[in-house]
Protein backbone atom coordinates (compact mmCIF):
# COMPACT_ATOMS: atom_id res chain seq x y z
CA UNK A 1 0.00 0.00 0.00
CA UNK A 2 1.01 3.90 -0.77
CA UNK A 3 1.60 5.61 2.22
CA UNK A 4 -0.52 8.40 2.38
CA UNK A 5 1.10 12.29 1.76
CA UNK A 6 -0.53 14.91 3.63
CA UNK A 7 -0.10 18.62 2.93
CA UNK A 8 -0.94 21.26 5.94
CA UNK A 9 -0.99 24.65 5.41
CA UNK A 10 -0.85 27.04 9.15
CA UNK A 11 1.11 24.26 10.09
CA UNK A 12 3.66 25.21 12.62
CA UNK A 13 1.18 25.91 15.69
CA UNK A 14 -2.69 25.42 17.01
CA UNK A 15 -4.65 22.85 15.34
CA UNK A 16 -2.32 22.21 12.03
CA UNK A 17 0.84 21.62 14.53
CA UNK A 18 -1.27 18.98 16.24
CA UNK A 19 -2.94 17.64 13.26
CA UNK A 20 0.50 17.05 11.76
CA UNK A 21 2.07 15.34 14.70
CA UNK A 22 -1.04 13.06 14.86
CA UNK A 23 -0.65 12.46 11.72
CA UNK A 24 2.89 11.38 11.58
CA UNK A 25 2.21 9.35 14.43
CA UNK A 26 -0.35 7.29 12.31
CA UNK A 27 2.30 6.70 9.74
CA UNK A 28 1.77 9.31 7.15
CA UNK A 29 4.04 11.58 5.41
CA UNK A 30 3.12 14.89 6.56
CA UNK A 31 4.50 18.12 4.95
CA UNK A 32 4.47 20.68 7.10
CA UNK A 33 3.54 24.27 5.86
CA UNK A 34 3.88 27.41 7.23
CA UNK A 35 4.52 31.32 6.24
CA UNK A 36 7.22 32.00 8.41
CA UNK A 37 10.45 30.52 7.69
CA UNK A 38 12.29 30.01 11.40
CA UNK A 39 9.07 28.62 13.01
CA UNK A 40 8.21 26.19 10.23
CA UNK A 41 11.39 24.65 10.45
CA UNK A 42 11.73 24.62 13.80
CA UNK A 43 7.75 23.18 13.85
CA UNK A 44 9.02 20.38 11.44
CA UNK A 45 12.27 19.19 12.92
CA UNK A 46 9.86 18.65 16.28
CA UNK A 47 7.66 16.17 14.11
CA UNK A 48 10.33 14.71 11.87
CA UNK A 49 8.25 16.41 9.19
CA UNK A 50 9.83 18.03 5.67
CA UNK A 51 9.18 21.91 6.02
CA UNK A 52 7.72 23.94 2.73
CA UNK A 53 7.19 27.69 2.74
CA UNK A 54 3.40 28.61 1.80
CA UNK A 55 2.16 32.20 2.57
CA UNK A 56 -1.77 31.39 1.43
CA UNK A 57 -2.08 34.55 0.68
CA UNK A 58 0.70 34.88 -2.09
CA UNK A 59 0.31 33.87 -4.81
CA UNK A 60 4.17 33.25 -5.83
CA UNK A 61 4.53 31.33 -2.56
CA UNK A 62 1.26 29.25 -3.40
CA UNK A 63 3.24 28.40 -6.15
CA UNK A 64 6.48 27.67 -5.20
CA UNK A 65 5.32 25.47 -2.25
CA UNK A 66 3.33 23.41 -4.98
CA UNK A 67 6.44 23.44 -7.03
CA UNK A 68 8.47 21.95 -4.34
CA UNK A 69 6.12 19.37 -3.46
CA UNK A 70 6.19 18.20 -7.07
CA UNK A 71 9.96 18.02 -7.29
CA UNK A 72 10.33 16.23 -3.48
CA UNK A 73 7.23 14.21 -2.73
CA UNK A 74 5.89 14.43 -6.49
CA UNK A 75 1.96 14.17 -5.38
CA UNK A 76 0.07 14.93 -2.36
CA UNK A 77 -3.00 12.54 -1.36
CA UNK A 78 -4.76 14.63 1.38
CA UNK A 79 -4.38 18.53 0.84
CA UNK A 80 -5.46 20.15 4.55
CA UNK A 81 -6.46 24.04 4.17
CA UNK A 82 -6.42 24.99 7.88
CA UNK A 83 -4.12 28.41 7.72
CA UNK A 84 -6.77 30.83 9.41
CA UNK A 85 -7.03 34.17 10.86
CA UNK A 86 -9.88 35.76 13.25
CA UNK A 87 -9.54 38.49 11.97
CA UNK A 88 -10.32 42.45 13.09
CA UNK A 89 -12.48 42.63 16.68
CA UNK A 90 -13.77 46.00 15.70
CA UNK A 91 -17.27 46.70 15.96
CA UNK A 92 -19.71 46.48 12.75
CA UNK A 93 -20.19 49.96 12.65
CA UNK A 94 -16.37 50.17 12.05
CA UNK A 95 -15.53 47.66 9.84
CA UNK A 96 -14.95 48.68 6.72
CA UNK A 97 -13.81 46.66 2.93
CA UNK A 98 -9.80 46.38 4.22
CA UNK A 99 -11.02 44.32 7.56
CA UNK A 100 -13.21 42.34 5.37
CA UNK A 101 -11.11 42.23 2.56
CA UNK A 102 -8.16 40.61 4.99
CA UNK A 103 -10.33 38.07 6.40
CA UNK A 104 -11.54 36.85 3.26
CA UNK A 105 -8.41 36.64 1.62
CA UNK A 106 -6.97 34.51 4.03
CA UNK A 107 -9.90 32.23 5.02
CA UNK A 108 -11.44 32.22 1.57
CA UNK A 109 -9.74 33.16 -1.56
CA UNK A 110 -6.46 31.25 0.09
CA UNK A 111 -8.86 27.91 -0.11
CA UNK A 112 -9.17 28.72 -4.01
CA UNK A 113 -5.41 29.76 -4.16
CA UNK A 114 -4.18 26.68 -2.85
CA UNK A 115 -6.80 24.18 -4.34
CA UNK A 116 -5.88 25.15 -7.51
CA UNK A 117 -2.15 24.93 -7.33
CA UNK A 118 -2.20 21.10 -5.55
CA UNK A 119 -4.97 20.07 -7.91
CA UNK A 120 -2.71 18.45 -10.52
CA UNK A 121 -0.17 16.88 -7.04
CA UNK A 122 -4.06 15.54 -5.86
CA UNK A 123 -4.51 14.76 -9.21
CA UNK A 124 -1.55 12.05 -9.02
CA UNK A 125 -3.34 10.62 -5.94
CA UNK A 126 -5.43 7.30 -6.29
CA UNK A 127 -7.66 8.60 -3.77
CA UNK A 128 -7.39 12.20 -2.90
CA UNK A 129 -8.98 14.31 -0.56
CA UNK A 130 -9.09 17.83 0.11
CA UNK A 131 -10.12 18.96 3.86
CA UNK A 132 -10.91 22.74 4.77
CA UNK A 133 -10.96 23.78 7.87
CA UNK A 134 -14.04 25.33 8.20
CA UNK A 135 -16.06 26.78 11.65
CA UNK A 136 -19.47 25.87 13.47
CA UNK A 137 -19.27 29.54 13.62
CA UNK A 138 -19.98 29.52 9.90
CA UNK A 139 -23.40 27.21 10.36
CA UNK A 140 -26.31 29.07 9.86
CA UNK A 141 -27.81 26.91 12.13
CA UNK A 142 -25.46 26.93 14.87
CA UNK A 143 -25.42 30.93 15.17
CA UNK A 144 -29.10 31.22 15.45
CA UNK A 145 -30.08 27.99 17.96
CA UNK A 146 -29.50 29.81 21.49
CA UNK A 147 -28.60 26.31 22.79
CA UNK A 148 -25.12 26.98 20.90
CA UNK A 149 -22.30 28.45 22.10
CA UNK A 150 -21.98 29.34 18.55
CA UNK A 151 -25.18 31.69 18.92
CA UNK A 152 -23.34 33.97 21.73
CA UNK A 153 -20.58 36.03 19.79
CA UNK A 154 -20.94 38.28 16.94
CA UNK A 155 -18.34 38.56 14.78
CA UNK A 156 -19.77 39.53 10.83
CA UNK A 157 -16.97 38.77 9.31
CA UNK A 158 -15.54 35.82 10.66
CA UNK A 159 -18.63 33.54 10.55
CA UNK A 160 -19.10 34.77 7.47
CA UNK A 161 -16.03 33.93 5.67
CA UNK A 162 -16.63 30.57 7.38
CA UNK A 163 -19.45 30.18 6.11
CA UNK A 164 -17.95 30.77 2.72
CA UNK A 165 -15.67 28.03 3.65
CA UNK A 166 -17.94 25.79 3.95
CA UNK A 167 -20.06 26.33 0.61
CA UNK A 168 -16.90 26.42 -1.51
CA UNK A 169 -16.31 22.83 -0.19
CA UNK A 170 -19.91 21.87 -0.64
CA UNK A 171 -19.40 22.99 -4.38
CA UNK A 172 -16.14 21.68 -4.88
CA UNK A 173 -16.94 18.28 -4.32
CA UNK A 174 -19.81 18.80 -6.43
CA UNK A 175 -17.47 20.06 -9.40
CA UNK A 176 -14.37 17.58 -8.49
CA UNK A 177 -16.81 14.01 -8.22
CA UNK A 178 -12.63 12.20 -8.09
CA UNK A 179 -11.72 14.05 -4.87
CA UNK A 180 -13.22 14.03 -1.31
CA UNK A 181 -13.52 17.51 -0.95
CA UNK A 182 -14.90 17.93 2.90
CA UNK A 183 -14.92 20.43 6.07
CA UNK A 184 -14.95 20.48 9.51
CA UNK A 185 -15.47 21.91 12.84
CA UNK A 186 -12.82 21.69 14.91
CA UNK A 187 -15.39 22.99 18.31
CA UNK A 188 -13.78 25.52 20.58
CA UNK A 189 -10.50 24.67 21.06
CA UNK A 190 -7.38 26.49 23.26
CA UNK A 191 -4.82 27.71 21.07
CA UNK A 192 -3.80 31.65 19.92
CA UNK A 193 -6.32 31.87 18.06
CA UNK A 194 -8.73 32.75 21.17
CA UNK A 195 -5.86 33.47 23.79
CA UNK A 196 -6.42 29.94 24.26
CA UNK A 197 -9.81 30.56 25.56
CA UNK A 198 -10.87 27.56 24.35
CA UNK A 199 -12.74 24.33 26.03
CA UNK A 200 -11.54 21.56 24.00
CA UNK A 201 -7.47 20.87 24.10
CA UNK A 202 -6.28 20.66 20.66
CA UNK A 203 -6.40 17.24 20.54
CA UNK A 204 -10.11 17.44 20.68
CA UNK A 205 -9.84 19.92 18.47
CA UNK A 206 -8.18 18.21 15.62
CA UNK A 207 -10.54 14.72 16.05
CA UNK A 208 -12.48 15.37 13.00
CA UNK A 209 -9.58 16.65 10.86
CA UNK A 210 -7.92 13.27 11.72
CA UNK A 211 -10.84 11.22 11.12
CA UNK A 212 -11.34 13.09 7.59
CA UNK A 213 -7.81 12.55 6.74
CA UNK A 214 -7.62 9.03 7.36
CA UNK A 215 -11.11 7.45 6.62
CA UNK A 216 -11.58 5.19 3.78
CA UNK A 217 -11.46 6.66 0.25
CA UNK A 218 -15.70 5.87 -0.10
CA UNK A 219 -16.46 7.82 3.02
CA UNK A 220 -18.55 10.72 0.90
CA UNK A 221 -18.09 13.89 -0.09
CA UNK A 222 -19.39 17.38 0.50
CA UNK A 223 -19.59 16.72 4.06
CA UNK A 224 -19.46 19.09 7.03
CA UNK A 225 -18.23 17.60 9.98
CA UNK A 226 -17.15 18.09 13.93
CA UNK A 227 -15.99 15.41 16.47
CA UNK A 228 -19.60 14.29 17.07
CA UNK A 229 -20.29 13.87 13.71
CA UNK A 230 -22.21 15.83 11.37
CA UNK A 231 -22.43 19.53 11.65
CA UNK A 232 -25.94 21.53 10.18
CA UNK A 233 -25.29 24.05 7.83
N1 LIG B 1 -9.25 27.37 17.75
C1 LIG B 1 -10.57 27.29 17.55
O1 LIG B 1 -11.39 27.32 18.50
C2 LIG B 1 -11.11 27.12 16.15
C3 LIG B 1 -12.47 26.77 16.02
C4 LIG B 1 -12.99 26.61 14.74
C5 LIG B 1 -12.17 26.77 13.64
N2 LIG B 1 -10.85 27.10 13.80
C6 LIG B 1 -10.02 27.21 12.60
O2 LIG B 1 -8.91 26.36 12.72
C7 LIG B 1 -7.83 26.85 11.91
C8 LIG B 1 -6.55 26.85 12.73
O3 LIG B 1 -6.75 27.72 13.83
P1 LIG B 1 -5.94 27.61 15.19
O4 LIG B 1 -6.93 27.64 16.29
O5 LIG B 1 -4.94 26.53 15.13
O6 LIG B 1 -5.24 29.05 15.17
P2 LIG B 1 -3.70 29.50 15.37
O7 LIG B 1 -3.09 28.76 16.50
O8 LIG B 1 -3.76 30.98 15.39
O9 LIG B 1 -3.03 29.00 14.02
C9 LIG B 1 -3.36 29.59 12.79
C10 LIG B 1 -2.31 29.16 11.78
O10 LIG B 1 -2.64 29.76 10.51
C11 LIG B 1 -1.46 30.38 10.04
N3 LIG B 1 -1.71 31.45 9.08
C12 LIG B 1 -2.45 32.58 9.24
N4 LIG B 1 -2.36 33.33 8.12
C13 LIG B 1 -1.56 32.66 7.27
C14 LIG B 1 -1.06 32.93 5.96
N5 LIG B 1 -1.37 34.06 5.30
N6 LIG B 1 -0.27 32.00 5.35
C15 LIG B 1 0.06 30.87 6.00
N7 LIG B 1 -0.33 30.58 7.25
C16 LIG B 1 -1.14 31.46 7.86
C17 LIG B 1 -0.74 30.88 11.27
O11 LIG B 1 0.60 31.19 10.97
P3 LIG B 1 1.46 32.26 11.90
O12 LIG B 1 1.87 31.51 13.12
O13 LIG B 1 2.58 32.63 10.99
O14 LIG B 1 0.52 33.41 12.20
C18 LIG B 1 -0.89 29.64 12.16
O15 LIG B 1 0.03 28.67 11.79
C19 LIG B 1 -8.28 28.23 11.42
O16 LIG B 1 -8.74 28.12 10.08
C20 LIG B 1 -9.44 28.59 12.36
O17 LIG B 1 -10.37 29.44 11.75
C21 LIG B 1 -10.31 27.28 15.03
Not at 49 to 68: E, G, K, L, Q
Request: no cysteine; hydrophobic share 40%; glycine share 10%.
Amino acid sequence: MRMTITFITGANKGLGYETARRLIELGQTVILGARDRERGRAAADQLGARFVTIDVTDDTSVARAAADVLAHEGRIDVLINNAGIIGSHLPAEQLTGTEATEIFNTNVVSIVRVTHAFLPLLQLSEHPAVINVSSGMGSFALTHDPERVESKPISPLYTASKAAVTMLTTQYARALPGIRVNAVDPGYTATDFNGNSGYQTVTEGTDAVVTLATEHADAGTGRFVSRSGPVRW
